[in-house]
């Protein structure tokens, strides 16, 4: 679905470096998510906003901060990354239906 | 916490035949209860969805049951077809009205020619 995008698709890094995750959207959808997806076990919800003055903590927030810059903008940053953070991570958005539209993905590696 | 539990985690069928994805959840208040198939490399995509007040839905090959009594619900494919291979996760609502997510850990399904 091409009107959710990420930015980096893929990203490598070292261990103590702050990364940032961009996720972009032209839908006019209100809720942004972003999840983290690890073999076996699913996707776990990291933060979610449902408009730009609302931040919510997900279920695996430790480690990680967002920033709702506009409606259409959900940024996830990695303050100091951690090996155990290397993970693919996918940003969301949901209109007035409950249905969540997922961007491509950006797969990170920290060393 | 709020949990979705999905069995098996590997499916391995023959094309033609049919498969069966069970998911348990434990938020009596879930009213929405989607699946979601990731072909390799590829974001998740919806492709079926049920509300608490629909006890069945079809969508040609596709269909998913839910029993609210016993808190599971089923995703069932018929037809199975190589193109069918993926990984399947379902899903149910929490948190009453903020409506988010929970997923189960998926299913991989393997249809073979």
């Known amino acids: 679905d091409a009107d959710v995008t990420q930015t980096p698709r893929n990203r490598i890094t070292k261990t103590g470096k702050r990364i940032m995750l961009e996720c972009s959207q032209t839908?006019?959808?209100?809720?942004m998510y972003w999840y983290r997806q690890d073999p076996g076990l699913g996707l776990r919800l990291i933060y979610y906003?449902?408009?730009?003055?609302?931040?919510n903590k997900g279920e695996i927030s430790d480690g990680y901060s967002v920033s709702r810059q506009a409606q259409a903008k959900f940024s996830l940053s990695l303050e100091s990354a951690i090996p155990n953070q290397t993970a693919l991570y996918f940003c969301?958005?949901?209109?007035?239906?409950?249905?969540?539209?997922f961007g491509p993905g950006t797969r990170l590696t920290v060393l | 916490g709020e949990n979705v539990e999905q069995h098996p985690s590997t499916l391995s069928v023959q094309e033609g035949d049919s498969a069966v994805i069970k998911c348990t959840y434990s938020?009596?208040?879930?009213?929405?209860f989607p699946w979601y198939k990731q072909e390799l490399g590829k974001r998740p995509q919806l492709i079926i969805d049920?509300?608490?007040?629909?006890g069945e839905k079809k969508d040609q090959r596709i269909a998913v049951t839910l029993n609210k009594t016993a808190k599971h619900f089923s995703l069932h494919i018929t037809e199975t077809q190589p193109e069918d291979s993926a990984v399947y996760f379902c899903?149910?609502?929490?948190?009453?009205?903020?409506?988010?997510?929970?997923f189960g850990k998926g299913t991989k399904l393997s249809v073979k020619p």
């Open positions: 839908k006019g959808h209100d809720r």
């Open positions: 899903a149910a609502s929490y948190g009453g009205s903020q409506g988010n997510l929970i």
């Open positions: 969301a958005t949901q209109g007035y239906t409950d249905t969540q539209y």
């Open positions: 049920i509300r608490s007040n629909v």
């Open positions: 938020d009596s208040a879930s009213n929405y």
């Open positions: 906003s449902f408009d730009v003055k609302d931040i």
